[in-house]
């Protein structure tokens, strides 16, 4: 058999941003209206640095205001509540990011539940939540929203697909098997208590891995020719005599790609998808907020 066709979500993602841009520079025009994201940064995670650097290049390649605030690892919890009910009133501000994790002594669902739901770009809090699942105007999670696109480009109709889910988060698992279920797919949540993760997998035509374990899902866990999106992002050592890191999904592909039909690759599947998604519901979140129509992106 030939090997799985390669999701390419840099393009993808760059088409939906070109597609954003078109629509920002149109409000911008027509109604002087500029979409602005807010990202809060607590500490100095080196992951989340380059996170939140590549969030504020797209944001402003895309014609939106960027407003990033940095705070010292230290900061009190009421402080972060104090700047986020400040980004809550901020009539430049249309969506509101505190990039996660948080440090230890910060309650990090208070956090996301002090952010205007009409502003939670991240789709985290209780009110969107609860939007998704019951259906409703939800602001939905990038990385499942990002991870979805991907799907229905490479297969249009998802009806009647069995989809497997690997991690229940909820940031990426839950919400993921939420929208699957609403493309009428039959959808399994698998996790870490789950018995015989193989077997469960290989009834899958969709595979979604967002687990954090390198490389842990096998090629022969796979039915031949089903879909796979990889999310996880690990970073590890080169193989000797090779020196520094490289990033692998939670697919082990080298393996995957030959049972297959597609795959994502890491990097360049869904972690740029991610960040256009971001840019998408701050552009959504922004109309809302305006009461302005809008065109489908
Ligand atoms: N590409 C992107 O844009 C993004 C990528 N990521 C990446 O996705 C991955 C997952 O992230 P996130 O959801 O936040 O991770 P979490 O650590 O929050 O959740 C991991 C999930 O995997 C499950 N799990 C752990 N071990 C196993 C196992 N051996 N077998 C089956 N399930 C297991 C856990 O089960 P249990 O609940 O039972 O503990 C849990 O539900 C990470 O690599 C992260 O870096 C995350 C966000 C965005
Ligand atoms: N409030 C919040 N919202 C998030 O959406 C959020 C978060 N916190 N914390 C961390 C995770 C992780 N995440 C990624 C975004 C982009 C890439 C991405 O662009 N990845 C590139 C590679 C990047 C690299 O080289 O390191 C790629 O896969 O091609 C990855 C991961 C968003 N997250
Ligand atoms: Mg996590």
Excluded at 39 to 58: N, T
Excluded at 140 to 158: E, H, I, M
Excluded at 184 to 203: E, F, G, K, M
Excluded at 225 to 243: L, M, Q
């Amino acid at each position: 058999m030939t090997d799985a066709t390669l999701i390419d979500g840099n393009a993808f993602s760059a088409g939906l941003r070109d597609r954003i841009r078109a629509q920002v520079h149109t409000l911008r025009e027509t109604r002087r209206i500029t979409p602005g994201l807010a990202v809060v940064l607590v500490g100095e995670d080196p992951a989340s640095q380059v996170y939140v650097r590549s969030k504020h290049k797209r944001t402003v390649e895309t014609g939106m205001e960027s407003f990033v605030h940095t705070l010292p690892a230290d900061t009190p919890e009421d402080e972060l509540l104090t700047l986020i009910a400040g980004l809550n009133r901020d009539p430049q501000v249309h969506g509101i990011l505190v990039q996660l994790p948080l440090p230890r002594h910060i309650d990090a669902q208070k956090v996301i539940e002090a952010i205007d739901p009409a502003k939670d770009v991240d789709g985290f809090h209780p009110v969107n939540v609860g939007r998704l699942a019951a259906g409703g105007e939800a602001l939905v999670p990038c990385t499942p929203y990002g991870s979805l696109l991907l799907l229905k480009d490479r297969l249009g109709d998802l009806s009647g697909l069995e989809a497997v889910v690997i991690g229940r988060s909820n940031i990426v698992g839950k919400p993921m098997a939420q929208l699957l279920l609403q493309e009428n797919c039959t959808v399994t949540i698998a996790h870490s208590r789950t018995r015989d993760l193989p077997a469960v997998v290989r009834r899958a035509d969709i595979v979604v891995a967002a687990v954090g374990k390198p490389e842990m899902v096998r090629g022969d866990w796979l039915k031949p020719g089903c879909t796979v999106i990889d999310v996880g992002i690990n970073r590890v050592a080169k193989p000797a005599p090779e020196e520094g890191t490289r990033l692998v999904g939670d697919v082990a592909f080298a393996e995957a790609v030959t049972v297959a039909g597609a795959i994502t690759p890491v990097p360049g599947g869904v972690g740029p998808m991610t960040i256009a998604c971001l840019l998408r519901n701050t552009l959504v979140a922004c109309a809302r907020q305006n009461r302005l129509p809008l065109d489908a992106i």
